[in-house]
């Protein structure tokens, strides 16, 4: 039997001190990743699930293409708390040893054989970014974000919202939305790219 490549992906909700006791809105959570399971079902070995309540996540991937684009469904499902998100060649989570997601303040991680460090620092630099920019969100702009992605127009975006047009545009230029996708593609193409 051959040998497939798999990679391990952990998540592990963090909590800054300003968060003090907020609670996840587990719900949400629950159905984004449903929702993930079942949109790129043909890139999971092991489906993600829940491994402590909602507080950690694990997964097999067959290729790190997705697992970015996990981080950010995850987090957005999850703002204004964030999920830290470690994705490791697994061979090398084996070797290491380590218990993903401590002891790194980074909120994606990548470790994988045979991709380039430098790459790796890369994407990890521009997923920190990503992070500190929904950090900075308001509200208005956590849920114009987030509801554009499902409704996939402005227009589509207010009328779920229950607001006017204007002001899911204003949410969605304020929160940096565009670039932030943008990022999010650059990311998943080098992914794509480079481990094809």
Known sequence: ????????????????????HRAIPAEVVA???KDLATRWEESWIKQPAFIQGSDEISAVLRSPRHAFDFAVAMNLAAWPL???VRVTSTGIEMMQGAVPGKGSKKLFT????GFPVALQELIESSA??????????????????????KAET?????TALGIRQQSVSDALSAAHAKDLVALEDAVRNCLTTLLA
């Open 1 to 20: 039997m051959q040998d497939i490549a798999s990679f391990t992906l952990h998540a592990r909700l963090v909590r800054a001190q300003k968060d003090g």
């Open 110 to 113: 990548l470790r994988l054989h």
């Open 82 to 84: 964030r999920y830290q």
């Open 154 to 158: 402005q227009q589509r975006a207010a």
């Open 128 to 149: 920190q970014l990503h992070a500190n920019i929904m950090r900075d969100w308001k509200p208005s702009r956590a849920a114009a974000s987030s509801m554009i992605r």
């Open 31 to 33: 159905s984004t990743l």
